[in-house]
């Protein structure tokens, strides 16, 4: 099992910037794939960002592209979604998971473990 606690998230005008945080514990973190999500009301879960267990390689949705930057630290077990340029539709749950397969996973399907997710909120 792997355990997934975000935070960070909160009230932020749009053009701000906001870093979410994942912490895991259980299983070692760098045998995972991780990735963001997020749900806004009424629609369903969407592909933010995901990264390579080493860290070297990231993904984007194009929704997101050149606003966000996935990291992630290995000794401190941490992932990370750093966001600036924040807009109206940012606002979200954004959930962090965690995958033990490789390369290109961008559905909810794709992953095995959760968090309980952080709200975003970008007033307009």
């Known amino acids: 099992q792997v355990q997934l606690v975000e935070s960070g998230g909160g009230l932020v005008q749009a053009g701000g910037s906001l870093r979410l945080s994942c912490a895991a514990s259980?299983?070692?973190?760098?045998?995972?794939?991780m990735g963001w999500f997020r749900q806004a009301p009424g629609k369903e879960r969407e592909y933010v960002a995901h990264i390579s267990r080493s860290g070297l390689t990231t993904y984007y949705a194009d929704s997101v592209k050149g606003r966000f930057t996935i990291s992630r630290d290995n000794d401190k077990n941490t992932v990370f979604l750093q966001m600036t340029s924040l807009k109206f539709e940012d606002t979200a749950v954004y959930y962090c998971?965690?995958?033990?397969?490789?390369?290109?996973?961008?559905?909810?399907?794709?992953?095995?473990?959760w968090g309980q997710g952080t709200q975003v909120t970008v007033s307009s």
């Open positions: 259980g299983r070692t973190f760098s045998n995972y794939q």
């Open positions: 998971a965690a995958t033990p397969t490789l390369g290109i996973t961008t559905t909810p399907k794709d992953y095995n473990y």
